[in-house]
Structure formats: C-alpha cells, structure tokens
C-alpha cells in the first residue's frame, strides 16, 4: 500500500488546505456508529486528501465531509438503494459496502470483514447493471486508472490528473 500511496501522491497532488479530514479518533468513532471497518488505505486516501474528485471523475464517499447538504449515511442509503440491478447480481452480498462513485453514477464497493489490507472492489455499472471485480485495493485502483492502466468495460481513463475539492 505505500508505494501505491506514494504513486498516488505524485499522480495527484494533495490539496494543503483539504476539507472533510478526519481528526485523531474519528475513524473509530465513523466504523463504530456504521459498523463498518474501512480498509487501511481507503483511510490514508481520506487522511491526504479530504474531501474532493480524481481526475474529475471519481469522487470518494468521505464520511467526514462537511456540506450542509450532506449527509453521509443517508447518501450510503440511497446509493444501495439506488444499485437495486446489482442487488440481483451473482456478486451482490449483503455486506458489500460503497466506498466511491463516479460521475456517472457507478458505485465501487468493497466487503467489509474482509482484509482491510488486501481486499477485492465491485465496481457496479449503473447504467448497464454490469458488474467488475478488481482484486486490488483502493489506492491501487485509482492509480492503475489514473495511469490508463485499469482493464474496465464500466470506467474510462480520466482526461486529467488533478485533485480537485
């Protein structure tokens, strides 16, 4: 994961001024109220980052954002609520739990219990129904498509490398 965090890095820039980072114990605060433990890098994205899209494209679900208009749990619920084509799928466990979207409305999942160091993402079509498995984590994932290097049917190269929030 720290290499491909590094790779992040100089890929996109962190913003010096981030909005939506989490403080010291929030992270244990979030996964306690959700009941969801978040993989290992899904966090440090959060940490470098805040709030904000990839290539302007890709936008982290942050549970630490801080719009008025946004309400983190409540926008998880509409989303699973909202992927009800997924929900038929072969791959669709209840457990599954979105971590990002796109700006088409597709939504990357990942399996929660699962290892949070070595972990597969569900990347859900919403406009086909298709789904993709990727066995990398987040980071990985980002970086691979940042690059033009990810193998998807659902999700394009971005056209820029910029972080904005």
Request: charged residues 25%; negative net charge; proline residues 7%.
């Amino acid at each position: 994961m720290r290499n491909s965090t590094k790779t992040l890095n100089k890929i996109y820039q962190p913003p010096p001024n981030k909005t939506g980072a989490p403080l010291k114990n929030d992270w244990f605060r979030v996964e306690k109220q959700i009941g969801v433990s978040f993989p290992s890098d899904f966090k440090k994205i959060i940490e470098d980052y805040g709030s904000g899209c990839f290539g302007s494209f890709l936008f982290l679900l942050n549970p630490f954002e801080n719009h008025a208009d946004y309400d983190y749990l409540n926008d998880i619920n509409q989303i699973i609520d909202a992927d009800m084509d997924f929900k038929s799928h072969r791959h669709f466990s209840k457990e599954l739990f979105p971590l990002a979207s796109t700006e088409n409305g597709d939504t990357i999942y990942f399996k929660p219990g699962s290892s949070i160091e070595s972990y597969e993402l569900y990347v859900f079509d919403s406009r086909r129904g298709n789904v993709e498995i990727h066995p990398i984590p987040l980071v990985q994932f980002i970086v691979e498509w940042s690059l033009g290097r990810l193998k998807s049917n659902i999700i394009e190269a971005p056209d820029n490398t910029h972080f904005k929030q």
